[in-house]
């Protein structure tokens, strides 16, 4: 009896977290979510940010980290840019 092996490829999927400036959270690339990115936010109209301007890592994918990141772990810069403006708490 011979056995045949079919190499299965391998797909990246990609997939991620963002939010808006109101702090909505958004995802894409996981079932039931859109296959890539999305410019707006589907509940204020405003700009999502899918990763770090400055040193472009992703956003925290946990959701409680999420919420409260307002700046990057990596680089310390803000996620939206009128953040470093604001007085600090």
């Not at 956003?59 to 939206?80: K, M, T, V």
Request: glycine share 8%; charged share 25%.
């Amino acid at each position: 009896m011979s056995l045949r092996w079919r190499r299965r490829q391998s797909v990246a999927v990609e997939r991620g977290v963002g939010k808006c400036e109101q702090n909505h959270a958004g995802s894409f690339g996981y079932p039931t979510r859109p296959d890539a990115p999305y410019d707006f936010c589907p509940q204020c109209g405003n700009p999502m940010v899918w990763d770090c301007p400055n040193c472009q890592s992703p956003l925290p994918d946990d959701p409680g980290e999420l919420i409260s990141a307002r700046f990057c772990r990596n680089c310390g810069s803000p996620y939206f840019p009128h953040e470093r403006d604001e007085p600090e708490e």
